[in-house]
T-cell receptor, first 116, second 109 residues
Framework: EAQVTQNPRYLITVTGKKLTVTCSQN?????MSWYRQDPGLGLRQIYY???????DKGDVPEGYKVSRKEKRNFPLILESPSPNQTSLYFC???????????????FGSGTRLTVV | KQEVTQIPAALSVPEGENLVLNCSFT??????LQWFRQDPGKGLTSLLL?????REQTSGRLNASLDKSSGRSTLYIAASQPGDSATYLC????????FGAGTRLTVKP
């Protein structure tokens, strides 16, 4: 089944303790992206990747890191999480980047992160 | 910078009603528009994808229209059911992908 898989689904952690949220897609998509969703603010892009070893900042990149060593994986890293990073996180992928692409997005099931 | 607005923010209707959700965007230079459904605390499920060259797409009781020149899209849900209760988001694909904040729909039995 074609899908985007995120892990974990739920995570509670303490301030400052490094964590990684994994994202993997099995559709050979070039483009992958991370979003956070907060009440009243909709989805905001954190980072995106056009292809392997090509990553760039979205609208809200502060406090996050990503890497794209393989085409299928795009982990989100919080080096020192803070309470304001408590949110619902989504990974998404698309066959091609947004610009010039006629393709839709496929989303993972989400990761609910709580930082205390 | 593209801005996407969804009105209303919340909607409550009795079962069986036909309803329309609205999505507007500020930059008409788009490649496509996608409607998603999101259940509480869950991921986004794609409902319909309309290419910029298309005027509408249909899937079952759902019909989405696109008027690129006026920067508008509507999602029409026919004969609503309690199982349709969810948040509906539209996303506009231009140089990047921009999302509306969603319309939270409640269909009462």
């Amino acid at each position: 089944e074609a899908q985007v898989t995120q892990n974990p689904r739920y995570l509670i952690t303490v301030t400052g303790k490094k964590l990684t949220v994994t994202c993997s897609q099995n559709m050979n998509h070039e483009y992958m992206s991370w979003y956070r969703q907060d009440p009243g603010l909709g989805l905001r892009q954190i980072y995106y990747s056009m292809n392997v070893e090509v990553t760039d900042k979205g609208d809200v990149p502060e406090g996050y890191k990503v890497s794209r060593k393989e085409k299928r994986n795009f982990p989100l890293i919080l080096e020192s999480p803070s309470p304001n990073q408590t949110s619902l996180y989504f990974c998404a992928s698309s066959l091609r980047p947004p610009k010039g692409g006629d393709y839709g997005y496929t989303f993972g099931s989400g990761t609910r992160l709580t930082v205390v | 910078k593209q801005e996407v607005t969804q009105i209303p923010a919340a909607l409550s209707v009795p079962e069986g009603e036909n309803l329309v959700l609205n999505c507007s965007f500020t930059d008409s230079a788009i490649y496509n528009l996608q409607w998603f459904r999101q259940d509480p605390g869950k991921g986004l499920t794609s409902l319909l994808l309309i290419q910029s060259s298309q005027r509408e797409q249909t899937s079952g009781r759902l019909n989405a229209s696109l008027d690129k020149s006026s920067g508008r899209s509507t999602l029409y849900i026919a004969a609503s059911q309690p199982g349709d209760s969810a948040t509906y988001l539209c996303a506009v694909r231009g140089n990047d992908m921009r999302f509306g904040a969603g319309t939270r729909l409640t269909v009462k039995p």
